[in-house]
C-alpha cells in the first residue's frame, strides 16, 4: 500500500524559504505523476502543483515562480521548494498522486509564515 510522509515544514518569516520533502513507500514516484497540496484554514485543500514522470511540472497562479517540485528517483521521494513566502502560504502541506488518491493523505507538514 503507498505511503505518503511528509516533512520539512516550521515557522519562517514573509520572505524566507523553506523545502519540504515527501517520503514514499509501496509505489516508484519515477512513474508517477506527483503533486503537492496544501490546505489553509477554514478553507478547501488545493492544488500547489505536480510533476510528471518525464520532468514537466505546472504550478498554481498563486504560487508561480515561488515554488519549485521535484523528484528523487533514487530516494523515492518529491520535494517543495519554497522561496518568497508569504502569510497566505501558511497552511498544511500534502503530497499525493495527482490526481489525489482520497484514500491515502498523509498527516501533512504544517508551513507558518509570520508577517
Known amino acids: 500500500q503507498v505511503q505518503f510522509v511528509e516533512s520539512g515544514g516550521g515557522l519562517v518569516q514573509a520572505g524566507g524559504s523553506l523545502r519540504l520533502s515527501c517520503g514514499v513507500s509501496?509505489?516508484?514516484?519515477?512513474?508517477?505523476?506527483m503533486a503537492w497540496y496544501r490546505q489553509a484554514p477554514g478553507k478547501q485543500r488545493e492544488l500547489v502543483g505536480f510533476i510528471l514522470s518525464g520532468g514537466y511540472t505546472q504550478y498554481a497562479d498563486a504560487v508561480k515562480g515561488r515554488f519549485t517540485i521535484s523528484r528523487d528517483n533514487a530516494k523515492n521521494t518529491v520535494s517543495l521548494q519554497m522561496s518568497s513566502l508569504r502569510p497566505e502560504d501558511t497552511a498544511v502541506y500534502y503530497c499525493n498522486y495527482f490526481p489525489a488518491l482520497q484514500s491515502k493523505w498523509g498527516q501533512g507538514t504544517q508551513v507558518t509564515v509570520s508577517s
Open positions: 509501496g509505489d516508484t514516484v519515477s512513474v508517477k505523476t
